[in-house]
C-alpha cells in the first residue's frame, strides 16, 4: 500500500502524519525513524478497503512536503 504523507521539521525534530489514514502521525529526531514510525502506524491500523486518495484536498502546511511512502 502506498500512502501520502505530510513531512516537515520544527527544530530537532520531524515531525509527520498520513493523509490516508487518520491518526497515524509521528515525530523523531531522524527523517528516517520518522518514516519508520510512519510505516508501522500505518501497518498497525484496521485495513481499509480504498485507503488510497482518501484526503482529496490536503491541508499541508507551507513549511512541510507532501511524500508518499509504501508500507
Known sequence: MKY???????????????????????QEREYEALIES??????DMPVLSDAEGLALEPDIPEDARLE???V
Request: proline share 3%; charged share 25%; hydrophobic share 50%.
Open 38 to 43: 510512519l510505516k508501522v502506524g500505518a501497518e
Open 68 to 70: 508518499t511512502i509504501e
Open 4 to 26: 501520502k504523507a505530510v513531512i516537515k521539521q520544527e527544530g530537532d525534530w520531524w515531525v509527520g502524519w498520513l493523509l490516508d489514514l487518520p491518526g497515524v502521525n509521528a
